[in-house]
Nanobody, 113 residues
Framework: QAQLVESGGGLVQSGGSLRLTCTGS????????MTWHRQAPGKAREWVATFAPGGATFYTDSVKDRFTASRDDAKNELYLQMDNLQLEDTAVYYC???????WGQGTQVTVSS
């Protein structure tokens, strides 16, 4: 059974950094399109980034030049390095196997002033 588990969230001050990890099981991350999404309180879930099987990456405008997605094929893990975090980045972050529409449970990121 395909599963995704996110980790690495936490509380960080504005301008700080966090790295989220998405660990896959039951399938190979490098074979599928993987995405990161986030949902802030009271808002709809929004797409943040895509990591394609060939390694191409795509980001929503609000995180370009601050967030970087990467993948470790040996560990079957996907990462989201988040730098220069801002208050508006506070949200629950989810990874997704886009091809199968499988979601992880999410990890909370809270940015304080």
């Amino acid at each position: 059974q395909a599963q995704l588990v996110e980790s690495g969230g936490g509380l960080v001050q504005s301008g700080g950094s966090l790295r989220l990890t998405c660990t896959g099981s039951g399938f190979t991350l490098s074979d599928v399109n993987m995405t990161w999404h986030r949902q802030a309180p009271g808002k709809a879930r929004e797409w943040v980034a895509t990591f394609a099987p060939g390694g191409a990456t795509f980001y929503t405008d609000s995180v370009k030049d601050r967030f970087t997605a990467s993948r470790d094929d040996a560990k079957n893990e996907l990462y989201l390095q988040m730098d220069n975090l801002q208050l508006e980045d506070t949200a629950v972050y989810y990874c997704q196997n886009f091809d199968s529409q499988t979601w992880g449970q999410g990890t909370q990121v809270t940015v304080s002033s």
